[in-house]
T-cell receptor, first 115, second 109 residues
Framework: DSGVTQTPKHLITATGQRVTLRCSPR?????VYWYQQSLDQGLQFLIQYYNGEERAKGNILERFSAQQFPDLHSELNLSSLELGDSALYFC??????????????FGPGTRLLVL | GQNIDQPTEMTATEGAIVQINCTYQTSGFNGLFWYQQHAGEAPTFLSY????GLEEKGRFSSFLSRSKGYSYLLLKELQMKDSASYLC??????????FGRGTSLIVHP
């Protein structure tokens, strides 16, 4: 158990819908990272937040957005869902802001299925 | 950008030794991670190399050659529970890791 929690574990929804995925980092970690993992793409970095502020952006679609709250939990919002958005979404956390090399600890993931 | 290459799949026998290779091309290099991921589960941290050479941690060792853009993960005394995907990840200037597609290791009796 990494100490990172994610809810829900599974999510089934329809095309065009909007969903929110939630992540709580390890106690003391200020950074949260979101990743998407699909069979054909591998683990793709989406976005990082540090202490409430966006710090780095990866291959995140405009239909997706995220935020980190004062209690440091984070939410990833996925809207206008398409079939291709079906994937495992992982949250990871680390102590600081990734200005130095740190290990990221991953949550159990949310499996999203868009029908 | 960063490009990471790993074999897609490997098989090995219980009790044996297996070496999983990773080659990379990056603009800037800060370090290389290895993660283990069982099917449908979270990646878990195995090792981190920043300097050339071998890092040993129990049954698992990781090697790095920065000049060759090459790393390997060595797994000894293989157990059935080692059947998993092994992800190589490289960090460049941003310290955000770029992951390879992973190597699926199948350990059979």
């Amino acid at each position: 158990d990494s100490g990172v929690t994610q809810t829900p574990k599974h999510l089934i929804t329809a095309t065009g819908q909007r969903v929110t995925l939630r992540c709580s980092p390890r106690s003391g970690d200020l950074s949260v990272y979101w990743y998407q993992q699909s069979l054909d793409q591998g683990l793709q970095f989406l976005i990082q937040y540090y202490n409430g502020e966006e710090r780095a952006k990866g291959n995140i679609l405009e239909r997706f957005s995220a935020q980190q709250f004062p209690d440091l939990h984070s939410e990833l919002n996925l809207s206008s869902l398409e079939l291709g958005d079906s994937a495992l979404y992982f949250c990871a956390s680390s102590v600081a802001s990734a200005t130095a090399q740190e290990t990221q600890y991953f949550g159990p993931g949310t499996r999203l299925l868009v029908l | 950008g960063q490009n990471i290459d790993q074999p897609t799949e490997m098989t090995a026998t219980e009790g044996a030794i297996v070496q999983i290779n990773c080659t990379y091309q990056t603009s800037g290099f800060n370090g290389l991670f290895w993660y283990q991921q069982h099917a449908g589960e979270a990646p878990t941290f195995l090792s981190y190399n920043v300097l050339d050479g071998l890092e040993e941690k129990g049954r698992f060792s990781s090697f790095l050659s920065r000049s060759k853009g090459y790393s390997y993960l060595l797994l000894k005394e293989l157990q059935m529970k080692d059947s998993a995907s092994y992800l190589c990840a490289v960090t460049g200037g941003s310290y955000i890791p770029t992951f390879g597609r992973g190597t699926s290791l199948i350990v059979h009796p």
